[in-house]
């Protein structure tokens, strides 16, 4: 048992060694940038790199329904990316479907994780915050309109009620509160579009890709 898992251990360094270091490069690069950054902006570089809620002295917990809802937004994102490149080459219509649904879920994901719309870019103009909400609504029409015969061949009812409940959210996030735990309510409607969101994209998916491989049977 040894010799076999020694044996296919330098194999595994002959065939593979070179191309393992190379990617490997890619996270120490990003390291070095959070470095760089922390440094040049008199920020606690290990700030940058630890878990957000021992940085803030917090609870294990908080936060923990955001934090569900960023695996939500990355594994949209991984299951339609990865969908598109199973069947970019092939005839089937949903293609763009998954490319724009892949490349808007990691945006708004990157955009929930780092509160980009909230915090980042506002402190550049003004009007960031609501630039970021026509944004959000002229891709999501844009998207559907471009793709809505596409959409009407899938379970969409998951995917209206997504936008359903990020507009509830987005109307409760820009009025004054007038119930008690509105920002509760608004992270409830949020977390269940996000849910719907990765339903509707993880159905279609598997829908997609079975009637794929009963073509090629």
């Known amino acids: 048992m040894i010799q076999m898992i020694i044996k296919k251990t330098l194999e595994q360094l002959r065939l593979h060694l070179f191309t393992v270091l190379k990617w490997v490069l890619l ?10 950054i922390g440094k040049s902006n008199g920020v606690e570089v290990s700030d940058l790199t630890r878990d957000t809620a021992a940085v803030l002295h917090g609870h ?27 069947i970019k080459s092939g005839s089937s219509v949903m293609k763009g479907i998954f490319l ?6 990691l945006f708004l994901g990157l955009d ?8 980042v870019f506002i402190h550049a103009f003004p009007f960031a ?17 471009r793709f809505e015969h596409n959409l009407f061949s899938t379970k969409f009812l998951f995917w209206i009620g997504a936008m359903t409940l990020f507009l509830i959210s987005m109307v409760l996030d820009n009025i004054d509160p007038f119930v008690s735990h509105q920002v509760y309510y608004e992270d409830c409607c949020k977390f269940a579009g996000i849910f719907l969101w990765f339903v509707f994209y993880a159905n279609t998916a598997y829908s997609v890709l079975s009637s794929e491989k009963h073509k090629t049977n």
Do not use: N, R
Not at 27 to 36: Q, S
Not at 62 to 80: E, R, T
């Open 27 to 36: 996270p120490f690069a990003l390291m070095f940038i959070v470095f760089w």
């Open 60 to 86: 294990p917990y908080d936060g923990m329904i955001s934090m569900i809802g960023l695996f939500l937004w990355s594994a949209s994102a991984a299951i339609c990316l990865l969908t598109y490149s199973i």
């Open 100 to 105: 724009y649904g892949g490349a808007l879920s």
């Open 112 to 119: 929930d994780c780092f509160q980009l719309h909230e915090e």
């Open 129 to 145: 915050e609501k630039l970021f909400y026509l944004v959000y609504i002229g891709s999501i029409v844009g998207y559907f309109f």
